[in-house]
């Protein structure tokens, strides 16, 4: 059974940190691009980062120089780094694995004084 499960969310007060980790199970992740997703309220899921089986990594406009993707496939995990976080961060990311096109549940990240 394939399983993503994300971990690190939490309340961090405007221009803090967070670390996301996304761990997979039941499947190599090291064949895929993979994903962060994020969705606020109201809005539509949109995609954060991606990072490619070689680790070339890409970025939503507003999250450049900000944001850290990065991959772990010994260990079967993904990490976004973030900092300098921005209450317009505030939603829900999700863990994507492209290609077999599996997610993961979501944890909430809130940006808020």
């Known amino acids: 059974q394939v399983q993503l499960v994300e971990s690190g969310g939490g309340l961090v007060q405007p221009g803090g940190s967070l670390r996301l980790s996304c761990t997979v199970s039941?499947?190599?992740?090291?064949?895929?691009?993979m994903n962060w997703y994020r969705q606020a309220p109201g809005n539509e899921r949109e995609l954060v980062a991606t990072i490619g089986t070689d680790g070339e990594a890409s970025y939503l406009d507003s999250v450049k120089g900000r944001f850290t993707i990065s991959r772990n496939n010994a260990k079967n995990t993904m990490h976004l780094q973030m900092v300098n976080l921005k209450p317009e961060d505030t939603a829900v990311y999700y863990c994507?694995?492209?290609?077999?096109?599996?997610w993961g549940q979501g944890t909430q990240v809130t940006v808020s004084s």
């Open positions: 039941g499947f190599i992740m090291r064949l895929y691009w």
């Open positions: 994507h694995l492209d290609g077999p096109n599996y």
